[in-house]
C-alpha cells in the first residue's frame, strides 16, 4: 500500500530540505573566499617567504681549521614565531591531576604565555600584592611567580597583561579613590612596583589594553594611555617591548583605514614618542550575528584581514594577534571552529609583521565568567562561547589538532644534509634547532639558533 506525506510532514520536509540547502550553501561561500586561487598563493608564498630562510652552517676544530663531518641531523625543537595562550589556569584546578594536564596540553603546542596582572586580584588591599607563590587563590588570577616559574620550566617567553586597563570590573579595584590626581599617583606606584619585580624577567607587556574602547562612565587620568608609556619606559628597562593593545572591533574599523579611531590613537602617541614596540589586535567571537556571518562568509573574510594587517604595517612595527576565541556553537562548532582556526592561523603567519598568536582560554569551561547587572540581569561568561581547545575533561577538540599539525609537523624543519666540504646548507622555519653530526666515530649534539634577525652563516665548532 503506498503511503503519502501529509501536509504537515510534507512542510516539515520542505523546510529541513531548504535549511539544509541554505547551510550548504553558506558553507560554499566560505570555503570559496578562502580557497580563492589569489588568497591561497598570497598566503603560501608568504609564509615561504617571511618564516624560511636559507642558512650555512660551517664546522671547525676549535682552533678553527675546516672539519667534515659526517651526515647532519637538524631537528627544530623552537620556533622564533611566537605561538601562545594566557596562563590563567596555571595550578588552578586545585587537583594535581588536572593540573598537570594542563601543563602538558600547554607546552605540547606553545613557546609563550601570557601572564595576568589584573590590578583588583593583584593589589586585593591597597599595599597588599598577590606576587608571590604563597599568595591566596584567586580563580584566573594566578599569583605572577606561578605562572613565571611555569614558563621557565617549560623555556616559554613570558608577556605581561596588562598595567592599565580602563575596565572597571577587571581592571579598576574597587578601594581606588575616584580621584585623578590620586588615581594618576596610583598607577605610577603600581608600574614602578611591577616593574621593578619584573622588569628584567618579563620582556613584553601589554602596557594599555582597549584604548580606543573606552569606559565614558570609568573616572582615569587625562590622556592616561600616553603617561603610561611614558611612565612604563621611564622605569622598565630599555629592552623591554611595550604594545599596544586593542580590541576585536580594530578588524571591523579598518575600512576607515588611517582614519579609524585605532590607527589615530597608535599615530597620536606615536608621534608624541610613546615607546610603543608592537601593536596588539584581539580576535574574539563574542557575538552570535557575527558568529553567523563568518560561517556564511560574510565577516572576517581573507581580504578584510589582511587589509587590516597591511595597514597597520604601515607603522613598521611587529603585529601580535593578541587574544583570541574562536566559538564553537552549534552542533558542528567544532567543526566549523577547526576550519576557521586553520584558515586564520595560516594568514596571520604568512604576514610579514605579524610575530606572535595567542590564543586565550585553552580549556573550555575556564574562561571568564558571567556577571550580573545593577538590574539584576544576567550577563552570560565567556565560557558559552566554548572557545577553549580542549573539553573541560581535557580531550582534544579537532581545534586542538590541527594547530599541533600546523606549529609542530608542517611548520617546523627536520631534514638531514650531507656536508660539502666542512659547510652544509638548508632552508629551514627560524628558530632553534638541535644538530647531531659524527666525525671519526665522536658523535657530537650541537645547539643552533637560526633566528629571522641575524647571521645566516652559523660556525660550529666540533672539539
Given at each position: 500500500?503506498?503511503?503519502?506525506?501529509?501536509h504537515?510532514?510534507?512542510?516539515?520536509?520542505?523546510?529541513?530540505?531548504?535549511?539544509?540547502?541554505?547551510a550548504?550553501?553558506?558553507?560554499?561561500?566560505?570555503?570559496?573566499?578562502?580557497?580563492d586561487?589569489a588568497?591561497?598563493?598570497?598566503?603560501?608564498?608568504?609564509?615561504?617567504?617571511?618564516?624560511?630562510?636559507?642558512?650555512?652552517?660551517r664546522?671547525?676544530?676549535?682552533?678553527?681549521?675546516?672539519?667534515t663531518?659526517?651526515?647532519v641531523?637538524?631537528?627544530?625543537?623552537?620556533?622564533?614565531?611566537?605561538?601562545?595562550?594566557?596562563g590563567?589556569?596555571v595550578k588552578g584546578?586545585?587537583?594535581?591531576?588536572?593540573?598537570?594536564?594542563?601543563?602538558?596540553?600547554?607546552?605540547?603546542?606553545?613557546n609563550?604565555?601570557t601572564i595576568p596582572f589584573?590590578?583588583?586580584?593583584?593589589?586585593?588591599?591597597p599595599g597588599k600584592?598577590?606576587?608571590?607563590?604563597?599568595?591566596?587563590?584567586?580563580?584566573?588570577r594566578?599569583?605572577?611567580?606561578?605562572?613565571?616559574e611555569?614558563?621557565?620550566?617549560?623555556n616559554?617567553?613570558?608577556?605581561?597583561?596588562?598595567?592599565?586597563?580602563?575596565?572597571?570590573?577587571?581592571?579598576?579595584p574597587?578601594?581606588?579613590?575616584?580621584?585623578e590626581?590620586?588615581?594618576?599617583?596610583?598607577?605610577?606606584?603600581?608600574?614602578g612596583?611591577?616593574a621593578?619585580?619584573?622588569?628584567?624577567?618579563?620582556?613584553?607587556?601589554?602596557?594599555?589594553?582597549?584604548?580606543?574602547?573606552?569606559?565614558?562612565?570609568?573616572l582615569?587620568?587625562k590622556?592616561f594611555?600616553?603617561?603610561?608609556f611614558?611612565?612604563?619606559?621611564?622605569v622598565?628597562?630599555?629592552?623591554?617591548?611595550f604594545?599596544?593593545?586593542f580590541?576585536?572591533?580594530i578588524?571591523?574599523?579598518?575600512?576607515?583605514?588611517?582614519?579609524s579611531?585605532?590607527?589615530?590613537?597608535?599615530?597620536?602617541?606615536?608621534?608624541?614618542?610613546?615607546?610603543?614596540?608592537?601593536?596588539?589586535?584581539?580576535f574574539?567571537?563574542?557575538?552570535?550575528?557575527e558568529?553567523?556571518?563568518?560561517?556564511?562568509?560574510k565577516a572576517?573574510?581573507?581580504?578584510?584581514?589582511?587589509?587590516?594587517?597591511d595597514?597597520?604595517?604601515d607603522?613598521?612595527l611587529?603585529?601580535?594577534?593578541?587574544?583570541?576565541t574562536v566559538?564553537a556553537l552549534?552542533?558542528?562548532?567544532p567543526?566549523?571552529q577547526a576550519?576557521?582556526?586553520e584558515?586564520?592561523?595560516k594568514?596571520?603567519?604568512?604576514?610579514?609583521k605579524v610575530?606572535?598568536?595567542?590564543?586565550?582560554?585553552?580549556?573550555?569551561?575556564?574562561a571568564?565568567?558571567?556577571?550580573?547587572?545593577?538590574?539584576?540581569?544576567?550577563?552570560?561568561?565567556?565560557?558559552?562561547?566554548?572557545?577553549?581547545?580542549l573539553?573541560?575533561?581535557f580531550?582534544?577538540?579537532?581545534?586542538?589538532d590541527v594547530?599541533?599539525?600546523?606549529?609542530?609537523k608542517?611548520w617546523?624543519t627536520?631534514?638531514?644534509?650531507?656536508?660539502?666540504?666542512?659547510a652544509?646548507?638548508?632552508?629551514?622555519?627560524?628558530?632553534?634547532?638541535?644538530l647531531?653530526?659524527?666525525?671519526k666515530?665522536?658523535?657530537?649534539e650541537?645547539e643552533?639558533?637560526?633566528?629571522?634577525?641575524?647571521t645566516?652563516d652559523?660556525?660550529?665548532?666540533l672539539?
Open positions: 500500500m503506498k503511503q503519502f506525506l501529509t504537515n510532514q510534507f512542510v516539515f520536509f520542505l523546510i529541513s530540505w531548504c535549511i539544509g540547502f541554505t550548504q550553501a553558506q558553507s560554499a561561500r566560505y570555503d570559496s573566499l578562502w580557497k586561487p588568497v591561497e598563493s598570497r598566503i603560501q608564498k608568504g609564509i615561504e617567504a617571511n618564516r624560511k630562510g636559507e642558512f650555512t652552517i664546522f671547525t676544530d676549535k682552533d678553527g681549521n675546516p672539519v663531518p659526517g651526515a641531523s637538524l631537528t627544530q625543537t623552537r620556533h622564533d614565531f611566537y605561538f601562545g595562550a594566557n590563567f589556569m584546578f586545585k587537583n594535581a591531576k588536572e593540573d598537570a594536564l594542563y601543563e602538558e596540553h600547554f607546552s605540547k603546542l606553545f609563550f604565555v589584573y590590578w583588583p586580584e593583584l593589589e586585593p588591599e600584592l598577590r606576587f608571590g607563590k604563597d599568595s591566596p587563590y584567586s580563580y584566573r594566578p599569583a605572577p611567580d606561578v605562572v613565571m611555569f614558563a621557565k620550566k617549560y616559554l617567553t613570558p608577556k605581561g597583561h596588562t598595567l592599565v586597563w580602563d575596565n572597571s570590573r577587571w581592571s579598576i574597587p578601594w581606588l579613590p575616584k580621584d590626581k590620586i588615581m594618576e599617583q596610583k598607577i605610577s606606584k603600581r608600574i612596583q611591577i621593578e619585580r619584573y622588569g628584567h624577567d618579563i620582556q613584553i607587556w601589554d602596557i594599555v589594553n582597549e584604548v580606543t574602547d573606552r569606559h565614558s562612565d570609568v582615569m587620568p590622556d594611555a600616553f603617561k603610561a611614558k611612565e612604563s619606559e621611564r622598565f628597562p630599555g629592552s623591554n617591548v604594545t599596544l593593545n580590541t576585536t572591533g578588524w571591523n574599523r579598518s575600512n576607515k583605514r588611517e582614519y579611531a585605532d590607527y589615530l590613537v597608535t599615530e597620536n602617541l606615536l608621534l608624541r614618542n610613546a615607546k610603543i614596540n608592537a601593536i596588539g589586535l584581539q574574539h567571537n563574542f557575538s552570535e550575528p558568529y553567523n556571518e563568518i560561517v556564511q562568509g572576517m573574510i581573507p581580504s578584510t584581514l589582511f587589509k587590516t594587517l595597514l597597520y604595517a607603522f613598521n611587529p603585529l601580535h594577534i593578541t587574544e583570541i566559538a552549534t552542533e558542528k562548532g567543526e566549523y576550519k576557521m582556526t584558515n586564520y592561523y594568514l596571520w603567519f604568512s604576514h610579514p610575530e606572535g598568536i595567542i590564543w586565550w582560554n585553552l580549556v573550555d569551561g575556564t571568564a565568567p558571567a556577571r550580573i547587572r545593577s538590574d539584576g540581569s544576567v550577563v552570560p561568561g565567556e565560557d558559552k562561547w566554548k572557545g577553549g581547545l573539553n573541560r575533561d580531550t582534544k577538540k579537532p581545534v586542538y594547530l599541533d599539525r600546523l606549529i609542530n608542517e617546523r627536520n631534514v638531514t644534509v650531507s656536508p660539502k666540504n666542512n652544509v646548507s638548508y632552508s629551514g622555519f627560524y628558530g632553534t634547532y638541535k647531531v653530526t659524527q666525525v666515530g665522536k658523535k657530537y650541537k643552533v639558533q637560526c633566528p629571522k634577525s641575524g645566516r652559523i660556525i660550529v665548532v672539539d
